[in-house]
């Protein structure tokens, strides 16, 4: 099993709202990360969890909050968004010692209204 | 920080070899990545140079000079579905070698 999931694919909400994105792997990756895509521009890091802990935050701003229950499960929340923050947001994962690819997800396409 | 540049867009004919070129300034170089992007989908693994030279595969290569801060990823016998997005990734030290930074890409137009 060489994939990565994501669900929702399309998400749609207020700035008012709370809501989640989720990702799973089960490559026995140890690393996982998200990243933001504004289109026609390149993926930008956000977050790296290793081994379950947060190792990398890029100044991403408090209204999303990212969660690695366990090793196979990577959360985003997020809460209070712009208007701006409407992007396409990649999970990916990596084994942790042998980073020589990260595998991508699909995408959930996010528009905040 | 990082400084990664690879042209916006290119076009070339259907059947013909298209050459896409990086190049980067970066302190700890640990690899250079390509990664195919269509419109709307996921980047997609493509290849991996960390040592200097040619790493080949089917109708995909990639090059890298680490003296040069340059690489380039070269697609034969173009077919329409490679109308794509390519980016270059570098990787760093940095973060025990967990990030990857990503150029802005170069759109790929494969014509009839």
């Known amino acids: 099993d060489t994939e990565v999931t994501q669900t929702p694919k399309h998400l749609v909400m207020g700035m008012t709202n709370k809501k989640s994105l989720k990702c799973e792997q089960h490559?026995?990756?140890?690393?996982m990360y998200w990243y933001k895509q504004k289109a026609k521009k390149p993926p930008e890091l956000m977050f790296v969890?290793?081994?379950?802990?947060?190792?990398i935050n890029e100044s991403v701003p408090s209204r999303f909050s990212p969660e690695c229950p366990n090793s196979s499960l990577l959360n985003l929340h997020l809460h209070a968004l712009q208007p701006e923050d409407s992007a396409l947001y990649l999970c990916?994962?990596?084994?942790?010692?042998?980073?020589?690819?990260?595998?991508f997800g699909p995408g959930t396409r996010l528009t905040v209204t | 920080g990082q400084n990664i540049d690879q042209p916006t867009e290119m076009t070339a004919t259907e059947g013909a070899i298209v050459q896409i070129n990086c190049t980067y300034q970066t302190s700890g170089f640990n690899g250079l990545f390509w990664y195919q992007q269509h419109a709307g989908e996921a980047p997609t693994f493509l290849s991996y140079n960390v040592l200097d030279g040619l790493e080949e595969k089917g109708r995909f290569s990639s090059f890298l000079s680490r003296s040069k801060g340059y690489s380039y990823l070269l697609l034969k016998e173009l077919q329409m579905k490679d109308s794509a997005s390519y980016l270059c990734a570098v990787r760093d030290r940095r973060n025990a070698g967990n990030m990857l930074t990503f150029g802005g890409g170069t759109r790929l137009m494969v014509k009839p």
């Open positions: 969890y290793s081994y379950e802990k947060l190792s």
């Open positions: 990916a994962s990596s084994q942790e010692k042998s980073v020589y690819e990260q595998y």
């Open positions: 490559m026995g990756h140890r690393a």
